[in-house]
């Protein structure tokens, strides 16, 4: 007896982007891409590296997927997203200097 194999529209690759279309999109791809490029050859990435490029990327496509598509507001969002990791890293690192002085202020 000779076995027929069937496959779902949902295990073909091709359907699974027919079906997130928006994010497989070609003028999308285009968009994440040049994006990127200009992000992670700017200095102000190499700069502010608090994030990985993978995190970046994810950003930028989400910001996308939830419908942005003007280049300038898409670099200037990635840029912000560095400057606000950057912030929380900063405002860290000075609550852990105040900690420490008090420490210090005890033992005096």
């Not at 007896?1 to 928006?22: G, L, Q």
């Not at 994010?23 to 999308?28: A, R």
């Not at 994440?32 to 970046?56: E, G």
Request: charged share 25%.
């Amino acid at each position: 007896m000779a076995r027929r194999f069937v496959t779902t529209s949902a295990s073909r690759p091709d359907s699974i982007m027919e079906n997130h279309d928006s994010c497989g999109d070609v003028s999308t791809i285009v968009l994440l891409r040049t994006t990127l490029d200009d992000v992670f050859s700017d200095h102000r990435f190499f700069v502010r590296k608090s994030l990985s490029p993978c995190q970046i990327a994810q950003y930028v496509l989400t910001q996308i997927l939830q419908g942005e598509r003007d280049l300038d507001r898409l670099k200037t969002a990635a840029f912000e997203q560095l400057n606000r990791d950057r912030v929380h890293e900063y405002s860290a690192a000075r609550g852990q200097r105040g900690a420490a002085a008090g420490r210090l202020g005890h033992i005096q």
